[in-house]
């Protein structure tokens, strides 16, 4: 039986792309609470900019 087909093409227009998917990881050393808060503002802030947000909500 052959699985769903799922739409990825969205992604090549992700507001996250680049540089900035950075935010949405934390860093290889340990992390501090404020640090982690920041970094995550950061990345909420990229994804309430991003035209693709509903498809990537979708596919998470």
């Known amino acids: 039986m052959a699985g769903a087909l799922i739409r990825l093409d969205w992604r090549d227009r992700a ?5 900035q998917a950075r935010e949405f990881y934390p860093p290889g050393r340990g ?12 990345a909420k802030d990229v ?5 693709v947000v509903d498809d ?3 596919y998470a």
Do not use: N, T
């Open 15 to 19: 507001a996250c792309r680049g540089p």
């Open 47 to 51: 994804c309430s900019r991003c035209s």
């Open 31 to 42: 992390e501090r609470r404020d640090e982690k808060y920041r970094r995550e503002l950061r």
């Open 56 to 58: 990537c909500l979708e």
